[in-house]
């Protein structure tokens, strides 16, 4: 049996694609906003970083109304660190939008989420978008989208999808490109037409999933998800099922549907619909709410295991609690505890200390994020290099690898593949465009990608694209070369002064600007040499009637080079942190004395003979 009246469909896609552009569009055109309400652009993306960053991080749910059917729909992350976020989104659909640019083509990611759908058996309407672009080329993009399709094993209901041809930016669809349109209703037919209602059960027993997490202050935690099979009811008793066949009798407070961008009240919600459930503070993601006398719990969901991993520390540094609330063990701990809740994709462990937690994810892009999103909230923390998370497979250590996807210019192909296979990295595919431009596959440890990144902007000189993609577990490749410079650290207290920053021009770049309060052990540029070398950047002049302290007035320094987050953590090498505070980040070594770190040298080499 189906529920003809509702539909649930996920939009997927490569990042910045246009699937938050097209939900706004939906949004407009299916009468959700006012006629005079200002709407931001891009509405969806209701976080912060997300605006900022110009990506979706966050799957998030919304509901039109079409021809008396609810749709129900799912924005989900294009990006394949947030693949979790995708994977629990596919369980509560029937079916997906594949948005495709219709210059760019089928990229990495659209691989990714390809094949998640494609093992769910979904079925997938293809949308070309931005065919207004002038380097347009659908006829191509779609031939491409067929042969994704094969690669994938689609099998022969699967490959026959229908295709819609989109402008999100202005709200227009069409079947055929010669047509003209000024709305979307060629794209909510099809969706009616070839995504199925959702199929039900016999509706004897109440079966909720879990796919998500939210928080309201006046609710507390709110557990959303669809409802597969039976009848929900507020105010009436269920059992929660949760992991290793756990059951605990709970209590439905409050039941929400989705409307628009808002959630709706409501007293009882039908199988096949997705609803949000307030009033228990103890559900999981992955949990099964069934029937208080007789449980049927579903089958968890299961997402692709990390492959990196950080470990976060309490900070412990000269300026230690000047601008956080958050400071100790405790707020650390509850706050990664509360990811972990609210994300499958991100593991926490405890460590020997007590003050330091291995946090575990799916790339940096994502673990980024997480710090980012903490140091906005008020915590104060540090962190380490990202490594790698290897596994033993007869008897054997294997690690994670990626394929990338590179798009350079001629010019940069003999440095840039030299300087991947530097890290270990092998080529598989070459592909020159003709308009001097050239793609290149490559696959590589996922050692090799970290600290690589910012080096790739520099090679291409900002004008390379770089993607990838998991791919799998291979032996492990041995070592790789690192950051081949070593760092600027400073040996004392004080502030950086204008004279030391002179004599710094001919040693390394500077991370610091003049007047910027530093402390023994901190790191304050990159050294152009191999090599740690220690720095009084806090020297001042001396002054006598020979040295006037204006001297320096019309010297012009080289400006410093700040680091972003990402930057930060690409750059610190084993024995190097990054500090993050509400209002600044500060790279330094784990040990901050350099006495000790010169005896810890010293014995490491002594061992080494």
Excluded at 318 to 344: I, M, Q, W, Y
Excluded at 371 to 376: A, G, K, L, S
Excluded at 443 to 462: A, E, M, N, V
Excluded at 593 to 600: C, G, H, L, S, Y
């Amino acid at each position: 049996m189906r529920n003809e009246s509702i539909r649930n469909i996920a939009i997927i896609a490569h990042v910045d694609h246009g699937k938050t552009t097209l939900v706004d569009a939906m949004l407009r055109q299916s009468g959700i906003f006012r006629d005079n309400q200002v709407v931001a652009e891009r509405v969806m993306d209701s976080m912060d970083l997300e605006k900022e960053r110009g990506i979706t991080i966050m799957a998030k749910n919304t509901a039109v109304l079409y021809k008396g059917i609810k749709i129900n729909i799912v924005d989900t992350p294009g990006h394949a660190d947030f693949g979790g976020e995708v994977e629990r989104s596919l369980n509560m659909v029937d079916g997906t939008l594949l948005l495709v640019d219709a210059s760019e083509g089928p990229l990495p990611q659209t691989r990714f989420v390809v094949k998640k759908a494609l093992q769910k058996k979904l079925p997938i309407i293809l949308v070309i978008n931005k065919i207004d672009r002038s380097d347009a080329r659908p006829a191509e993009v779609i031939n491409e989208v067929y042969d994704l399709f094969i690669e994938l094993d689609a099998d022969e209901e699967q490959i026959e999808f229908p295709i819609i041809y989109t402008n999100a930016k202005i709200g227009s669809a069409r079947h055929n490109l010669g047509e003209d349109s000024t709305n979307l209703l060629p794209l909510f037919d099809t969706i009616i037409s070839a995504i199925p209602g959702p199929e039900i059960g016999d509706g004897s027993v109440t079966q909720f999933l879990v796919t998500n997490l939210d928080y309201d202050n006046y609710v507390g935690r709110i557990a959303i998800g669809r409802l597969m099979n039976g009848l929900l009811e507020s105010n009436k008793s269920y059992t929660l099922c949760g992991e290793g066949g756990s059951n605990t009798p709970i209590k439905i407070s409050v039941l929400y549907t989705f409307s628009g961008l808002q959630k709706t009240q409501v007293e009882r919600v039908e199988a096949g619909d997705i609803a949000s459930i307030a009033g228990e503070d103890d559900v999981k993601i992955g949990d099964t709410i069934s029937d208080l006398e007789n449980p049927v719990p579903l089958k968890r969901i299961k997402v692709d295991e990390p492959t990196i991993s950080m470990i976060f520390y309490v900070n412990n540094a000269p300026f230690a609690g000047k601008e956080g609330k958050f400071l100790t063990s405790r707020h650390l701990r509850d706050r990664l505890l509360r990811e972990k809740l609210g994300n499958v994709a991100i593991e926490v462990k405890e460590t020997e200390r007590a003050d330091a937690f291995e946090v575990s994810g799916r790339g940096e892009l994502q673990m980024v994020v997480l710090i980012e999103m903490m140091r906005r909230e008020g915590y104060e923390f540090m962190v380490s290099k990202p490594r790698v998370l290897t596994r033993m497979e007869n008897g054997k250590v294997t690690e994670p690898v990626e394929r990338i996807f590179v798009d350079v210019p001629e010019a940069f192909v003999g440095a840039i593949t030299e300087a991947i296979s530097s890290r270990k990295g092998r080529m598989e595919n070459l592909r020159n465009n003709g308009n001097g431009r050239v793609d290149i596959e490559f696959l590589i440890p996922s050692r090799g990608l970290i600290g690589f990144r910012s080096q790739f902007q520099i090679l291409t000189k900002g004008s390379g694209v770089i993607n990838t993609l998991f791919e799998g577990y291979e032996p492990w490749y041995g070592p790789i070369p690192q950051r081949s410079t070593g760092a600027l650290v400073s040996d004392r207290n004080g502030k950086v002064t204008t004279y030391a920053c002179l004599s710094m021009a001919d040693r390394g770049e500077l991370f610091v600007d003049v007047g910027t309060d530093v402390y023994e052990g901190m790191i304050v540029g990159e050294r152009n040499r191999s090599g740690d070398l220690n720095v009084n950047i806090t020297k001042e002049k001396k002054l006598t009637n020979m040295r006037s302290s204006t001297a320096e007035t019309t010297v012009v320094l080289r400006p410093p080079r700040p680091l972003s987050l990402d930057q930060a953590i690409e750059f610190i090498a084993e024995d190097e942190l990054v500090e993050i505070t509400p209002q600044s980040q500060r790279l330094r070594k784990f040990e901050l004395a350099a006495t000790k770190r010169e005896i810890e040298l010293k014995r490491e080499k002594k061992y080494g003979q």
